[in-house]
């Protein structure tokens, strides 16, 4: 399951002045792979991946520490009405979500996607859409 993780540096006691991901792994022993990060000064946010099974139990530890956590069920969206089954996106995707069927209609795998975006930059008829 994905989880986006958000936080800010404000004060002293926040959660963007310690290493979380770190924390949540040895309070819960559960393996966190970060699949994208994006940390500042000011603040961050972070998309991690974890196992299905262990999500309540790492949600509560991140919530407990004052982090913002969302789960990202569908993070990308296809308007199967709009695609033409072009592939503009399966060439610009660098986590090879999508791909072509036998039958050659686009096909994607969600799980896949970490929200970087160039997908939806590149379809020329505006059929994907990110829901983070």
Request: charged share 25%; hydrophobic share 40%; proline share 4%.
């Amino acid at each position: 399951m994905k989880f986006l993780l958000t936080f800010s540096r404000r004060g002293q006691n926040d959660p963007g002045r310690e290493p979380v991901i770190a924390r949540v792994v040895k309070e819960t022993g559960v393996l966190v792979n970060v699949e994208k990060a994006n940390i500042d000064s000011m603040a961050g946010e972070v998309l991690i991946d974890i196992p299905d099974s262990d999500a309540d139990l790492v949600q509560r530890c991140l919530e407990g520490m004052g982090v913002a956590v969302r789960v990202m069920e569908n993070a990308i969206a296809l308007d199967e009405e709009e695609c033409v089954d072009c592939g503009s996106c399966i060439s610009i995707c660098p986590q090879e979500v999508f791909s072509f069927d036998e039958e050659w209609r686009l096909r994607m795998d969600a799980a896949r996607c970490v929200l970087c975006g160039k997908c939806v930059s590149a379809c020329p008829h505006s059929a994907l859409s990110l829901q983070g």
